[in-house]
């Protein structure tokens, strides 16, 4: 069991140099409503935040993180650019390992800016490697924005290439999609049926629900249009293939994607923008020779990140969650601000986890 | 120091469970008079029967105050985390058979599969401004489920009862329950997914992890295994 005490000193040292690099201490509620997080995660969330409830508010989550809070903050009274720092518990609902902890303390660290991403996300990422080093972590970096440009540049219709980055955090499902647009896979049976039929509605029964015929009517009408288009060409589906598989440092990953970026233009600006991020890294004292890159990584998290994403771990002690981790959630911010969406990046240290690393070196 | 075994207290699934034990040689029986949740068991040494609602039976053997229950598959699943590390199923019994599946309204001639369900609820969310509601009593059997096939933008509502007449009521778009016969769905204009099937369960006589096993009531397990033929 990690001290509290110690804990929180580590979290206090932690948020000192957050203030340092210019940010602004934010206080939270530890209520959040719930309405916001389910509309925002989906009903994933329940399975990861406590519900609690009283009969004038309705149902409220502990706070499983900051990110909301901060946004909602920022967006409400917050010029732009800004920097914020916060600590505090957070609260995660355990459903298979008792060994998580449910409550832990996180420190965060996050800018909101809107000129030059790249230089906010390697002063986020640079900050994060210097507080972390003499801990001996090893981190881990990625960019969601490169795979939902890569999905951009398929050739396709726009409605497959949405239905493509809705599941980009849902590999297997993304693979199912991506391997019918391909015509790997057939059209299933049922389908063919349905938009071959002269009368689908024949013997359905009466309509209820809010989900009326006519929207029925509206898929069914996609559905006969999907069926005319070709599929995506196997060489595209072969470069995406390839591009997700992509596992090396950073240096040798850039190369490969300028590579893969003369076939698929799309990416393009995805990739100089990764560029551009590292030479600021470097500037920043990052060596980026050594860092590696995952172009996969942050695929599984909830989906939250679309850009440069991070995580810190010590392979030292696998045992232990991720020390820290972060990334950029431009769209978060725009679904927080019902479309009006302001640049954000940052991220968040365990302290508790700190601790427990630095009792070991001892 | 006796062994527990939880039985439902009442209906079909009570009469059942006194059928199968008994067709295997060990006696139960209510005591008392009708109202009174007290039984007896003969036939076994050292068995104790406690009455008690199905519902309650998972929780129960979680938290090792009974050493033994009978209860459906669903049940244990859906109320208990990791329920592996906790429960041992020791014998499924034949009888309380029922799936646990997703149904839509019979209109729905373009939802076939998991997979259009998943579509229709990306362009239902995009029309209506709200996730399209399953109703269900079995909130983390069909969110797991549906999670691990990839669904999105769902929200379950609660329904405890009437589960199949929300769609009707416009409180829910589709259902998430329990059916035998599929009769109370279709009654209600719902079908089936092809691939709607989350779990198939029945009744099922299940073992403690965390009771209090000591050498007594492990003689006393080793006897009601031998006559019971398991």
């Known amino acids: 069991m990690t001290d509290k005490a110690k804990t929180r000193a580590q979290a206090r040292a932690y948020q000192d140099v957050f203030e340092a690099a210019g940010a602004v201490p934010f206080e939270a509620d530890i209520l959040q409503s719930a309405d916001t997080l389910l509309d925002l995660y989906g009903e994933d969330i329940r399975a990861r935040a406590y519900v609690t409830s009283d009969p004038l508010r309705g149902e409220q989550m502990l706070r499983p993180d900051f990110t909301v809070p901060v946004v909602q903050g920022h967006m409400a009274e917050g010029a732009t650019p800004a920097r914020y720092t916060y600590s505090g518990q957070v609260f995660r609902r355990q459903e298979e390992n008792e060994a998580r902890a449910s409550e832990y303390q996180q420190v965060g660290f996050e800018i909101f800016e809107a000129k030059d991403p790249h230089t906010s996300d390697a002063e986020v990422f640079a900050l994060f490697q210097q507080t972390l080093a003499p801990l001996g972590l090893r981190a881990s970096t990625g960019d969601i924005g490169i795979l939902l440009a890569a999905v951009d540049g398929l050739t396709t219709t726009d409605r497959r290439k949405a239905a493509l980055k809705r599941h980009i955090w849902r590999p297997r499902r993304f693979r199912t999609l991506l391997d019918r647009f391909a015509g790997r896979t057939a059209q299933p049976a049922h389908r063919k049926a349905l938009i071959t039929s002269g009368d689908p509605f024949a013997d359905t029964g009466p309509e209820i629900g809010l989900r009326s015929r006519a929207e029925v009517e509206a898929r069914i009408a996609i559905l006969k249009e999907d069926a005319t288009v070709a599929p995506i060409p196997e060489n595209e589906v072969q470069i995406l293939d390839e591009l997700l598989s992509l596992r090396e440092k950073s240096p040798m990953v850039l190369e490969n994607l300028r590579d893969i970026a003369v076939d698929l233009p799309s990416i393009g600006p995805a990739v100089e923008n990764m560029a551009l991020r590292l030479d600021a890294m470097a500037q920043r004292g990052v060596n980026v020779d050594d860092l590696d890159f995952e172009a996969a990584y942050g695929r599984t998290t909830m989906e939250y990140y679309d850009g440069f994403v991070f995580g810190f771990v010590s392979d030292k002690r696998p045992d232990l969650p991720t020390v820290a981790s972060g990334g950029r959630y431009d769209a978060l911010t725009a679904v927080l601000g019902q479309g009006v969406g302001v640049p954000a990046v940052g991220g968040v240290i365990r302290p508790g986890v700190v601790v427990d690393l630095l009792e070991e070196n001892q | ?230």
């Open chain 2, 1 to 230: 120091m006796t062994v527990k075994l939880g039985v439902p207290s009442k209906g079909r699934l009570m009469e059942k469970t006194f059928d199968w034990f008994g067709a295997r040689g060990v006696s139960l029986s209510r005591t008392g008079n009708e109202r009174e949740y007290a039984g007896a068991i003969d036939g076994v040494e050292g068995l104790e029967l406690v009455l008690l609602s199905a519902g309650e039976i998972p929780r129960e053997l979680a938290a090792g105050r009974i050493h033994l229950g009978v209860t459906g598959t669903d049940l244990i699943r859906e109320k208990l985390a990791a329920w592996e590390t906790r429960v041992n199923e020791m014998a499924p019994m034949g009888f309380g058979h029922a799936d646990l599946v997703i149904a839509v309204p019979k209109i729905w001639v373009d939802v076939e599969t998991l997979d259009d369900l998943d579509a229709a609820a990306a362009a239902f969310r995009a029309k209506h401004g709200f996730r399209l509601r399953i109703a269900t009593k079995y909130h983390r059997l069909i969110r797991e489920f549906l999670r691990d096939q990839g669904v999105a933008d769902y929200q379950l509502v609660d329904s405890q009862g009437a589960t199949e007449g929300t769609v009707k009521n416009e409180t829910a778009e589709a259902v998430a329950d329990i059916t035998s016969t599929g009769d109370t769905l279709r009654a209600n204009h719902l079908r089936i997914l092809s691939d709607g099937l989350v779990h198939k369960s029945q009744a099922t006589l299940l073992k403690s992890r965390k009771a209090d096993w000591g050498p007594e009531e492990r003689a006393t397990l080793v006897a009601l295994t031998k006559q019971l033929g398991l």
